[in-house]
C-alpha cells in the first residue's frame, strides 16, 4: 500500500504543519502513531485541512511529555513495537518528536521503522544547530528510502540559502520548502507543494 512517515529532526520542528498540506495536496489520509497530551495533532490536521480523513492515533497519552514518561506516570504495559498501523491505502504516519524520541520505556520510534519500514519524508526547520540534527536523522536513516527533506521557511531565515548549499551537498537529498500558511491560503500552497514534491513521490501517488 502507499504510505509513509513523516519523521522530525526535532521536536516542534513542524511536522503536523506539512503533514495537513501533504494530505490536502495528493489526496492522502492522516494517521497519528502515538499522540501524547492535548490539544491534539489530529485537531490540528482538522482546523488546517478540514476535508483530510482522519484515522485515529493507535495511543493516545493523556501526559504532554516524552511517552516514556506517559508510559510510566499513567501505569502502562504496552510495546510499542506491537501498535498498529491501518491497513489503509495513500495513509500518511506522522511519528511524534524526533527520530530517537522514546516510543516506550525500551523502545525508540528509530526502532518502530526499522521493525513496520515505509519511506520517508523528514521534516526540519532553520534553527541554530539544525544541520547538526538533519545530518544526524538522515545518517541514522541511510538503509531507508528516504523521499525528501522539506524544510519549513519564513521571514526570518537569515541563512537559509547557506543551509540548504551545506545540507544538499552532503546528503544529496531532495530539499523541498513549505511556507507557514492557514486555511485560507491552504489550497495555494498545498498546490506549489504538489509540483515541488511530486517528482520525489511518483511511486506513492
Known amino acids: 500500500m502507499r504510505q509513509l512517515?513523516?519523521?522530525?529532526?526535532?521536536?516542534?520542528?513542524?511536522?503536523?504543519?506539512?503533514?495537513?498540506?501533504?494530505?490536502?495536496?495528493?489526496?492522502?489520509?492522516?494517521?497519528?502513531?502515538?499522540?501524547?497530551?492535548?490539544?491534539?495533532?489530529?485537531?490540528?490536521?482538522?482546523?488546517?485541512?478540514?476535508?483530510?480523513?482522519?484515522?485515529?492515533?493507535?495511543?493516545?497519552?493523556?501526559?504532554?511529555?516524552?511517552?516514556?514518561?506517559?508510559?510510566?506516570?499513567?501505569?502502562?504495559?504496552?510495546?510499542?513495537l506491537h501498535l498498529k498501523i491501518p491497513q489503509s491505502d495513500r495513509l500518511l504516519i506522522e511519528l511524534a518528536g524526533g527520530l530517537f524520541t522514546p516510543l516506550d520505556n525500551t523502545h525508540t520510534f528509530f526502532d518502530y521503522i526499522l521493525a513496520n519500514p515505509r519511506p520517508i519524508i523528514v521534516v526540519g526547520r532553520y534553527y541554530l544547530g539544525c544541520i547538526n540534527h538533519i545530518l544526524l536523522t538522515l545518517h541514522a536513516l541511510q538503509n531507508m528510502p528516504i523521499l525528501a527533506l522539506v524544510m519549513l521557511k519564513d521571514s526570518k531565515d537569515i541563512y537559509r540559502d547557506e543551509i540548504d548549499e551545506f545540507v544538499c551537498s552532503y546528503t544529496k537529498i531532495p530539499l523541498v520548502h513549505i511556507e507557514s500558511?492557514?486555511?485560507?491560503?491552504?489550497?495555494?500552497?498545498?498546490?506549489?507543494?504538489a509540483h515541488k514534491l511530486r517528482p520525489y513521490i511518483q511511486e506513492l501517488l
Not at 503533514?19 to 501524547?36: P, R
Open 181 to 193: 500558511y492557514t486555511t485560507q491560503n491552504l489550497d495555494s500552497i498545498a498546490n506549489r507543494l
Open 5 to 80: 512517515y513523516i519523521v522530525g529532526i526535532h521536536t516542534d520542528v513542524g511536522k503536523t504543519h506539512f503533514s495537513a498540506a501533504f494530505c490536502k495536496a495528493f489526496s492522502y489520509t492522516y494517521f497519528k502513531l502515538l499522540q501524547a497530551g492535548s490539544p491534539t495533532d489530529e485537531q490540528r490536521v482538522k482546523e488546517l485541512s478540514p476535508h483530510t480523513q482522519i484515522l485515529p492515533s493507535a495511543l493516545t497519552l493523556r501526559t504532554a511529555a516524552s511517552p516514556h514518561i506517559g508510559y510510566k506516570y499513567e501505569n502502562l504495559t504496552y510495546n510499542g
